[in-house]
């Protein structure tokens, strides 16, 4: 008798950003979906970036008017989707008249504000600021006394990947983690995928249609796994950033120009921190090797110097991460300026085939609804895309309708006993998911073993119950940025406490 394989409509492999959203958006149209991730979520390059959710001010320079459009329509859904872990974000953009006129910059922004404006109204128009007497000039160089203020937003990357996994768990897809995807095997009908774990298990299902969504791993996959040829490939770019100690401590992120034309932010980080980023090279190790260098660390600190009155310097930095971008390959174009936007390479030869090449974090939705748009069909699936509904919201965002704000002083009013950063951190980090975590304590021992910083035992046991976590680094830095405020003695207990 023939084996029988546990079946699905849509094997997805790969857990960043664009696989977990298109495991969602396949759910959601009740098609059966299995996704593997050969780490964590978000373990590579959807947790390495600027965390920003825009447009792309600086495409515009480029001629990329329908990505910019693309990407400013997406940020509009994803504020209304996400309020707790998404919110609008100003930038100060300080002139400098020899690189880049200000009639340039004014036309730029004017062309933002309108390609931009949809229902995201709390998201202010562009406008001339006199940084003089502004509270964003403080911190600055006096040399800069005028510059431009306009909106885009901040997103916690690596949450943004974990509430898509979670929405698509709730809508019935099954998500494993540290779970690699071996071999595939293609028939006119149906693939076939082995799957092994870390710890060795080996596990044979079928699936009628199969999405590579391995980021910087995608042509190795058909290379390797698929054994596939493909005519796309990919270029890596590597993109560092810093973590320093908070430079200031108004609300507002900056847009540096530098002298060789790229663009390099400093954003309020994690309440009193400062992210510094983000590089542009050319990377060709493995993706999972990439680290920041000395030179790009040096590159950073001098390019927010040229700006900020106080000098930063390599010992000021207290965190950084880095992460490959798998851009659409474009020999002639500077690392800065190759597309941000993806590729859908769709193979109906046989079982279906998709390919995602390229993307950005803030497009992920549209792409999973393009390409379930010709997944579903292909698989007999008549159903419409529904993520972009204005009452379609991720998980823990059932508070939407009143306000992100309304939504904290209830948590401070049902809560009391919670220390206010920490209050702000379950608000902003879980939404509504913040009982889950909290259940029936009625004071801060009831939230059990304390490792180190405001982590308690009861958050732990929900990441491990609900979230995928399995490690320290799971928890620390992708399901928060603790990290940032643990030390080693407190990590230890965390570990001990997992194990």
Not at 1 to 15: N, P
Not at 34 to 48: F, G, I, R
Not at 260 to 279: H, K, N
Not at 312 to 321: A, K, Q
């Given at each position: ?103 340039m910059i004014r036309a730029a922004l004017l062309l933002y504000d309108n390609l931009g404006r949809r229902r995201a109204h709390s998201l ?255 698989l007999g699936n008549p159903r419409e895309a529904w993520t972009a509904a204005e009452d379609v919201r991720l998980p823990g965002a059932d ?101």
């Amino acid at each position: 008798m023939a084996q029988q394989h546990e079946r699905f409509d849509i094997l997805v492999v790969g857990g960043g950003i664009n696989g977990v959203a298109i495991a969602r958006d396949a759910a959601g149209r009740g098609l059966s979906v299995l996704l593997c991730e050969q780490d964590d979520l978000a373990a590579h390059t959807s947790s390495a970036s600027s965390k920003l959710i825009h447009g792309g001010l600086r495409y515009l320079e480029q001629y990329e008017f329908a990505l910019v459009a693309k990407a400013l329509a997406e940020r509009d859904v994803v504020l209304n989707s996400a309020p707790h872990i998404v919110r609008p974000l100003r930038f100060v953009l300080p002139h400098e008249p020899h690189l880049r006129p200000e009639w340039m910059i004014r036309a730029a922004l004017l062309l933002y504000d309108n390609l931009g404006r949809r229902r995201a109204h709390s998201l202010i128009h562009s406008r001339r600021v006199d940084l003089r007497e502004h509270v964003a000039g403080a911190p600055l160089k006096p040399q800069f006394d005028r510059g431009f203020i306009y909106s885009d937003a901040w997103c916690d990357d690596a949450r943004l990947v974990v509430l898509n996994a979670l929405d698509a768990a709730a809508h019935g897809a099954q998500v494993l983690t540290r779970t690699r995807c071996t071999r595939v095997r293609r028939t006119a009908a149906a693939w076939t995928a082995q799957l092994r774990t870390t710890a060795g298990e080996e596990r044979e299902v079928e699936a009628r249609a199969l999405v590579n969504a391995t980021g910087p791993w995608a042509a190795k996959f058909l290379d390797d796994v698929a054994h596939l040829p493909h005519a796309r490939t990919l270029r890596l770019i590597k993109g560092s950033h810093i973590v320093v100690n908070k430079l200031y401590d108004h609300a507002y992120a900056y847009t540096f120009q530098q002298a060789d034309r790229r663009i390099v932010f400093a954003i309020p980080f994690e309440r009193d921190y400062t992210l510094i980023g983000t590089t542009d090279t050319e990377f060709s190790d493995s993706p999972e090797s990439v680290r920041i260098d000395a030179g790009e660390i040096d590159y950073l600190c001098a390019a927010a110097s040229r700006y900020f009155a106080r000098a930063i310097t390599p010992s000021d930095v207290v965190w950084s991460y880095s992460g490959v971008r798998p851009l659409l390959e474009d020999e002639n174009s500077a690392a800065a300026d190759v597309t941000r936007d993806y590729l859908l390479d769709r193979d109906d030869s046989a079982a279906p085939l998709l390919n995602v090449f390229g993307g950005k974090i803030t497009t992920h939705r549209k792409l999973a609804e393009e390409a379930l748009d010709w997944l579903a069909p292909a698989l007999g699936n008549p159903r419409e895309a529904w993520t972009a509904a204005e009452d379609v919201r991720l998980p823990g965002a059932d508070f939407a309708d009143i306000g992100f704000d309304a939504f904290l002083h209830d948590v401070i009013r049902r809560y009391p006993w919670l220390p206010s950063g920490q209050a702000l951190r379950y608000a902003r980090s879980y939404g509504t998911r913040i009982d889950a975590i909290i259940g029936a304590a009625r004071r801060l021992d009831d939230l059990g073993e304390n490792p180190g910083a405001d982590l308690y035992a009861a958050e732990v046991d929900y990441l491990v119950r609900e979230e995928w976590a399995r490690s320290a680094d799971d928890i620390l830095w992708r399901r928060s940025k603790l990290g940032l405020r643990i030390d080693a003695r407190a990590r230890k207990r965390l570990e001990a406490y997992l194990a």
